[in-house]
Every structure is written in C-alpha cells, then in structure tokens.
C-alpha cells in the first residue's frame, strides 16, 4: 500500500541517519548493527519496487569493515564476493577497491589473481558500460607485473655483484617485462594523469636501453595537447634528459614550460641557475624573473637557497648599475605587498633568531629595494654588527657605498 511505502522509506532514510552518525563518532559496531537492520528491511519490503543491493551498502560496508577490531580477511572477502556477484553494474569497480584493499594488507598475489580474474570478466552490454574500470584493471594489472620485474631484477643485480648466474629468474623477469609493458603502454596513451605508470614503463625501457623510445613516451606525456596539463610530465621529462647529458638549451626548454605552470616549483633554483650562467641578457633577465615569481610564494619565504640566488644577481646588477630596470619592473609590481609579506620587523627578528644566513641574504635584497632604513635591514644590519659578524659590517658599508641604487629603482 501507499501508506507503508511512505513508512519504509521514512524508515530507512532514519536507519541511513543512525549509520553515518555511528560512522562520524567511529563507532563501527554500533555502525554494523545499524547496518545489518537496513538490509534486512531491504530484504522484507513487500513493495513492487526491486531492491537490489545499492553502491550505498557496498560502501558503508566496505568502511565499517576495514575499521572493525574483529573483522578479518576471510569476513571481508566474503561480503566484497556478494557485492560483486550481486552488483554487475559496478562488478570491476569493486574488484579494483577489492585489489587495493588486498595490497594494503600485503597480499600481492591474491590482488594479482584478484586484477587477473577482473581481466577476463565479460557480461554482455555491461562489459562496454565499463569499458573505463576494465583499463584500469588492466593497468593497475600491468603496475604488479612491473613490481614483479622489479623485485626479479634486484635479484639477478645481486647474482651478478657476486658473480652467479641464475636463467630461470632472467627468463622469469622478461616475461613480467613483456605483459607489463603491454598493460602500461596501452594505459598511458589514453589521455589522463598517468604519473606512476609512465615512470614504471620508462624505467623499465631505460633498463634494457631503450632510451630513444623513453624519451618518446615522455615528451608524448608532457606536449600533448590531448592530456590534461601536468606539471610532473614535464618534471620526468627535465629528470631524463639530464640523466642522459642533454644540453642545457633542451634543459631550459622544458623549465620554461615548467614555470609557466608552476612557478613556485622546486626545481626553479635549477632553472635560475641555468639561467644565470647563460651569456644571453634575455635569459639572464628571465632567470631574474624566474626568482621574484618563485618567493612570492609562502612556502619559499624562508628559502635559503632562493634568497641567495636572488641576493646574488640583485647585488651583481647593483655593482655593475647596468639592468637596473630589470630590478625596477620586478619590484613595481611586488612594492605594495613584499615589504609586509617578507620584510617586516617580525620576520627580521624570527629570521635573526632561527637562521642567521636567510637573515643576512634577506636583509641584502631589502636594503638594495627598501633603502638602508627599512626595517628589515636596520634590525638584522645592527645585530649583526653588534654580534661583530665581519659579513654584516661588509652589508652595511656595501648599502652605504650604493645607497643611490635604491632611490633609482624606487624611481
């Protein structure tokens, strides 16, 4: 009847409430018992409606059961098992939570058989409604096969150190090589975030010196417009051709695109450096760029490294007077906002406090921008005089000596 439809769904939107109560105050057996009741309403409503068993249940489930004292492997095959036999529409999803579950508890093999049986599961129209999920398999397959490689090739690595030879772990290791490069060469030509896939390929190829066809599959990875933009495909893109000696000019090119994504990137300092050394003025100029994009970033506030390489060009431009408005464009923009956000009293004293070589690069490039009264400066210019630090009496006749740059660049 009307009436007892309306009661059962008021009463299982109350049993839902109960359980994600028990979840968020992680009372997980309090949580199964709630759980236990809605099935079983499930199973008892005499509604026209078909109830099967929802993507609900599998993951309130799923949950309860990896948190619970008393749950073991066998209890949470069991319930994943139902889950597959009476979920086709989500079968190879479960299967892939089912895998990564049995990795995180250190059976690899089960999750290999697990991936494998996944593999060659076939169910009419619902075998193309997850078409997605079954890549995924294939891949996440293909990942174990590479793990299996590589745990083969630390073994011959250790027969040969000590001069044995072993043909049935060689043999072993390149069929692992052969089916994992087939899963993760075709996984990493779909477009997407394939990161740890590409790795494991390209390190396999590297092994056996395939290094043409490696830089084949990065470069594919970094530059096509197809994939959505990632910063890390150009990271492995930087980090192979530097293995392999490539010149400075391939390098840069890479970092340039590099810091256009991500211009607070660690690997900046590289590209300054790069940079820094190059005869050209335009590259020069961009790795001054390069440093001022990077500290506006918090979490290089208290770089070292970046203060130096800023302080280095900024003192070699001042010297020299010659780009002066180079420095000049860069500070404009940032006048506003740097004084506060990196030279300010506060930061002079903690810097002075906790790192004595960030306190002295910083304090140069505030002097060079603010003047030799800024805050900045004068609080760590006088501490470090008064402590006798010979470097900070050779700071403060060095502002005094180009006192005149400031007033230039402040225009």
């Not at 396999?204 to 594919?220: I, K, N, P």
């Amino acid at each position: 009847s009307h009436k007892h439809k309306l009661d059962f769904w008021k009463s299982k939107d109350m049993c839902l409430n109960y359980i994600q109560d028990a979840m968020l105050q992680k009372q997980w057996k309090r949580a199964a018992e709630f759980l236990t009741f809605y099935i079983e309403s499930l199973e008892k409503d005499f509604s026209t409606e078909y109830m099967g068993p929802s993507e609900m249940i599998w993951r309130i489930g799923t949950e309860i059961l990896c948190h619970c004292s008393h749950s073991n492997m066998k209890e949470f095959n069991s319930f994943i098992e139902q889950m597959k036999t009476l979920g086709v529409k989500r079968y190879l999803k479960v299967c892939l939570e089912h895998a990564f579950h049995l990795l995180c508890n250190g059976r690899t093999d089960e999750a290999y058989q697990s991936l494998s049986l996944a593999e060659s599961w076939r169910f009419g129209e619902q075998t193309t409604a997850q078409d997605k999920e079954l890549k995924l398999i294939q891949a996440y397959r293909g990942l174990l096969d590479y793990y299996n490689w590589s745990k083969q090739k630390q073994v011959l690595l250790e027969y040969d150190k000590n001069g044995f030879e072993d043909l049935s772990v060689e043999q072993e290791m390149h069929n692992s090589f052969r089916k994992a490069a087939v899963s993760l060469k075709e996984i990493i030509q779909i477009p997407g975030v394939w990161d740890f896939f590409v790795q494991c390929y390209v390190d396999m190829l590297e092994f056996y010196g395939d290094h043409e066809e490696a830089r084949q599959v990065l470069s594919e990875y970094a530059y096509n417009s197809k994939f959505p933009a990632n910063p890390n495909a150009h990271v492995y893109l930087y980090q192979f051709l530097k293995r392999h000696g490539e010149p400075k000019k391939s390098l840069i090119s890479v970092l340039k695109i590099l810091h256009d994504i991500v211009p607070c990137h660690e690997l900046m300092i590289d590209f300054h450096a790069m940079l820094q050394k190059s005869k050209k003025r335009k590259k020069r100029r961009l790795g001054l760029e390069v440093i001022f994009a990077a500290l506006d970033y918090a979490g290089w506030k208290e770089n070292v490294k970046a203060w130096s390489c800023l302080a280095g060009q900024v003192k070699q431009i001042t010297i020299s007077e010659k780009h002066l408005e180079w420095l000049k464009q860069e500070w404009n923009s940032r006048k506003d906002w740097w004084p506060a956000f990196h030279f300010s009293r506060y930061l002079a004293k903690r810097n002075w406090q906790e790192n004595e070589s960030l306190a002295y690069e910083k304090a140069l490039v505030a002097g060079i921008l603010l003047g030799k009264d800024c805050k900045y400066f004068k609080y760590v210019s006088h501490q470090g005089c008064k402590d006798q630090k010979k470097k900070f009496r050779t700071l403060k006749k060095f502002m005094n000596k180009h006192s005149s740059v400031y007033l230039r660049i402040s225009g």
